[in-house]
Nanobody, 122 residues
Framework: QVQLVESGGGLVQAGGSLRLSCSAS????????MGWFRQAPGKQRELVAA???????NSADSVKGRFTISRDYAKNTVYLQMNSLKPEDTGVYYC????????????????WGQGTQVTVSS
């Protein structure tokens, strides 16, 4: 059974930084397929940053140059370094991973963590 556990959220002032962690356990397809998403109040969940099946990285335009996704194979953990935070970055952040390579190719994510709250004050 796959379990994803996020941590590292909190309250930070605009311009500050946070690093989120997502620890994976169980039989996940690949740590390379993990990604970060977020959902702001009253809005749909959106992609923040994720590794692509083509070997690159995809990220939302709104976070380019500020957020970085990375991974630690030994710890089976993916990180999201968030710098220069803005109030509009406020939301619940989730990590997710596809079940199979085919799903990854289609950008379909099957397993989700419980989320961690990020609040950026102005």
């Amino acid at each position: 059974q796959v379990q994803l556990v996020e941590s590292g959220g909190g309250l930070v002032q605009a311009g500050g930084s946070l690093r989120l962690s997502c620890s994976a356990s169980g039989s996940i397809f690949s740590i390379n397929a993990m990604g970060w998403f977020r959902q702001a109040p009253g809005k749909q969940r959106e992609l923040v940053a994720a590794f692509t099946s083509g070997g690159g990285m995809n990220s939302a335009d709104s976070v380019k140059g500020r957020f970085t996704i990375s991974r630690d194979y030994a710890k089976n953990t993916v990180y999201l370094q968030m710098n220069s935070l803005k109030p509009e970055d406020t939301g619940v952040y989730y990590c997710a991973v596809p079940k199979t390579a085919s799903n990854w190719y289609r950008n379909e994510y099957d397993y989700w963590g419980q989320g961690t709250q990020v609040t950026v004050s102005s």
